[in-house]
């Protein structure tokens, strides 16, 4: 198998990276492509380099002799953002597809099963196939969620019809908006949405709990949204929280997501057919290929996803897309950006039953 450096991870070298405390070491164990002959423990840490939100990586994966299944972590929830859990079921959909890409790299050709009932989980079972390295595989470990500026330049057609060919997905639709005014007109649910979080005081404690502040902090525990990966300062967890209380505001806030959505070339939104747990995480698997797609092609990608958030714009939204009865599930930007350090993930041991 091949292998991926930290340097190359992301494109952008070792001086941008936060060293602290062994930050740097420990995303070098953990963003590497697989070895020879690996074993599921290895192909469960390249599905936790998934997408998942708040990076606070909500499953947990029981392992068996010619597979594995995938069930929620409820203890990670993020109620207040999420209550009725559709990006925790996301976030599972997300990590099934890496597993999926990861283990054809190996010739396991894994088939996926949804399974109801009162916690819905999804399990894979393994049989033997061709071996498939392709660029979805070898992206894996590059693909971040780039909280930044891009550089403004539309995407070319043919890369457009890459991305959209990577989001097929029985029982999902995927909606690309690449014209300015249709940028705008999404950008002013997300300024609405964005304003009525911030007012919310239960929201704003959720986000801060999830954020790291310091490196030490981010690798103690492995999870939430480190401040070097969206680009701002890395403090002393005291200091961090403090300036965290003095700079987070919703003007501040909402001037930063004109600048990001304006600068994107497009805006990809991703509607379920049904709202339901096994739909959303048909959702993130049709979204994991298509960031692994883009980060292939050297698109960043980014969620916006207040107007799914806010049940009031969600309802606008799904109007403006024409689909008044539908529930969009995702709102992605995307465009071409420097990538920002990458964020770490727990230990593979503590999510594997």
């Not at 639709?173 to 705008?184: C, N, W």
């Not at 999870?223 to 200091?239: K, R, Y």
């Not at 001037?255 to 497009?266: L, P, V």
């Amino acid at each position: 198998m091949t292998t991926v450096s930290a340097a190359a991870i992301g494109g952008i070298g070792y001086g941008l990276w936060p060293r602290l405390d062994g930050y740097q070491e420990l995303l070098e164990q953990q963003r590497r492509l697989l070895s020879a002959d690996p074993d599921l423990t290895e192909l469960v840490r390249l599905s936790t380099l998934a997408a998942n939100g708040h990076n606070t990586q909500p499953w947990v994966f029981q392992l068996r002799e010619n597979g594995l299944s995938i069930h929620p972590d409820l203890t990670r929830r993020t109620a207040v953002v999420d209550p009725d859990d559709h990006h925790l079921y996301v976030s599972l959909g997300c990590a099934a597809e890496n597993l999926v890409i990861a283990a054809a790299a190996t010739g396991r050709s894994a088939g996926v099963g949804i399974a109801g009932g009162a916690e819905t989980s999804i399990d894979v079972a393994f049989e033997s196939g061709p071996v498939t390295e392709g660029p979805l595989y070898q992206a894996i470990p590059q693909r971040q969620s780039t909280r930044s500026a891009y550089d403004g330049q539309p995407i070319s057609a043919s890369d457009i019809g890459l991305l959209e060919a990577a989001v097929q997905e029985e029982g999902v639709s995927v909606q690309f908006f690449t014209e300015a005014s249709d940028r705008d007109a999404i950008l002013e649910m997300v300024i609405e949405g964005n304003s009525a979080q911030i007012d919310d005081p239960a929201f704003v404690a959720e986000l801060r709990d999830w954020i790291r502040f310091s490196s030490g902090r981010a690798v103690a525990t492995g999870d939430g949204l480190f401040s070097a990966c969206s680009g701002n300062p890395v403090t002393p967890e005291w200091m961090g929280g403090f300036l965290f209380n003095a700079v987070f505001t919703k003007d501040a806030e909402n001037d930063k997501y004109r600048d990001h959505i304006r600068s994107s070339a497009g805006v990809a939104v991703f509607i379920g057919d049904r709202a339901d747990p096994e739909h959303w995480i048909k959702v993130g698997r049709s979204f994991e290929r298509f960031a692994l797609q883009a980060t292939a092609l050297g698109i960043r990608s980014a969620h916006i996803n207040q107007p799914i958030e806010v049940p009031s714009l969600r309802q606008e939204l799904a109007g403006w897309l024409g689909m008044p009865d539908g529930r969009p599930d995702l709102v992605v930007r995307f465009g071409r950006a420097p990538a920002l350090p990458m964020s770490l993930r727990r230990p593979v041991e503590a999510v594997i039953v």
